[in-house]
């Protein structure tokens, strides 16, 4: 060992996201969830290991067209304030080089699939909506250009519980209905046991436990059951 040196955020991590699935990270603030998150989409390099993003190493992604291909979800959406609802969804298309035809057609879509007239909140301002309308605005930004991958941190967690609980529904049936993989970072078991295909528990920067939402009802981890203690 080194003398004085830093301990490692993440370590023996090793972990595969199946395609199609819901994996969420669950575990207290510090253990490293945000971290793992940042990663995948080359926010952070490992400094020991790969991370590998449809089969290729992160390092060897150019990092905006491997983000260009990752839908980003954060608290409040992360919406450009001066950006209308429009010009946020389709700011990644945009991006992309799409023509604003195209690109207005699927922000009309988007909205409408995540519960929001188009005709009635495209031409608004992030702050005329409210919390929960944000988020939906931020996860349609996040499917705009159809990635391959979202990556979401806390992304309810500032809503009050009735309208958390109604999205955290929506969401669920949404990504099963277009088949997309995600990577959800929680402290919430609750909503670990809602929205998991798997649930990673994560304490330290190490995963103590894979499982799916019954095997982690029915563990004896005991990092897992004082997290179930908290539901009764």
Not at 137 to 157: C, N, Y
Not at 179 to 206: C, F, P, Q
């Amino acid at each position: 060992s080194i003398p004085n040196a830093p301990a490692p955020i993440i370590s023996n991590l090793n972990l595969t996201v199946k395609l199609g699935e819901i994996l969420v990270l669950l575990g207290e603030s510090g253990c490293g969830k945000t971290t793992t998150l940042k990663l995948v989409n080359r926010l952070y390099t490992p400094t020991a290991g790969d991370v590998f993003v449809e089969g290729k190493s992160t390092r060897d992604w150019d990092p905006i067209h491997l983000r260009k291909r990752i839908g980003y979800v954060i608290q409040e959406g992360g919406l450009f304030p001066h950006f209308t609802i429009s010009r946020n969804v389709g700011l990644v298309p945009s991006l992309s080089g799409w023509d604003a035809t195209r690109i207005q057609a699927r922000v009309n879509e988007l909205l409408e699939m995540v519960g929001l007239n188009s005709n009635a909140f495209a031409e608004r301002y992030p702050r005329e909506l409210s919390g929960g309308q944000r988020q939906r605005v931020g996860v349609a930004r996040a499917l705009a250009a159809d990635p391959s991958l979202l990556l979401l941190d806390e992304p309810f967690g500032a809503l009050d519980p009735l309208t958390r609980a109604s999205l955290q529904k929506e969401f669920a049936d949404l990504t099963r209905r277009l088949n997309k993989t995600a990577i959800l970072v929680t402290h919430d078991v609750r909503e670990a046991l809602l929205l998991g295909v798997r649930i990673a528990l994560m304490h330290a920067g190490e995963i103590l436990l894979l499982e799916t939402p019954k095997g982690f009802l029915s563990s004896s981890n005991p990092k897992a059951r004082a997290y179930l203690e908290t539901l009764e």
